[in-house]
């Protein structure tokens, strides 16, 4: 058998590809009177829990208007996980979802005019306690979902979905084929 020089037998490392979700989403926003129909397509990251991506849609339907995208995510460490621009090109909402550092929430501050940070795994309140003083200082929104809310939207996800989400007050109610789950947040630090 032969093998080449370069290869000594092995082969060489190949790239994880993203696996890819498609959500179409009708959504009810009674806080905001806002009513849409979303076709979403969301590539999760290899090294991204399926808790995280499921997080981030959830993220998109509650902060939904007309020009708010979705980033490259983890794959981009310089952009947020959401954003949206105004036609002149300003960043006008910043979105990061997880337990960002201080340090890049502040910078996010001063790049946008609206940042908002959704928490939500199981060291979200530990997380919180430590850095709670340093994200009072910055003009940033911070909310935290339930870790078990999370994982009970994560049992839904499927590779294509047709989801209903209802907001109300500081909940969602999503319904899809699969089941039903609600998630609730809390407001951690409101600007």
Not at 48 to 65: D, K, P, S, V
Request: proline letters at 4%.
């Amino acid at each position: 058998m032969y093998y080449s020089e370069a290869s000594n037998n092995r082969e060489a490392p190949v790239a994880l590809k993203p696996t890819i979700y498609k959500f179409k989403i009708a959504l009810t926003d009674l806080n905001r009177n806002y009513y849409d129909t979303l076709n979403l397509t969301i590539a999760q990251h290899p090294s991204e829990t399926l808790e995280r991506m499921m997080t981030r849609m959830l993220a998109f339907c509650i902060n939904a208007q007309e020009s708010l995208l979705l980033t490259k995510g983890l794959s981009t460490v310089e952009e947020p996980d959401l954003w949206a621009h105004s036609p002149d090109g300003r960043i006008t909402l910043w979105i990061d979802i997880g337990e960002p550092a201080p340090e890049r929430i502040k910078k996010a501050t001063r790049l946008a005019e609206t940042v908002k940070v959704y928490s939500f795994n199981s060291k979200s309140n530990i997380w919180w306690i430590q850095e709670q003083a340093k994200f009072n200082t910055l003009t940033a929104s911070i909310f935290q979902f339930q870790w078990h809310n999370i994982q009970a939207l994560a049992k839904l996800a499927q590779r294509t979905m047709d989801i209903s989400v209802t907001i109300s007050e500081e909940s969602a109610y999503v319904a899809t084929e699969l089941g039903e789950c609600e998630i609730g947040w809390v407001s951690l630090c409101a600007y």
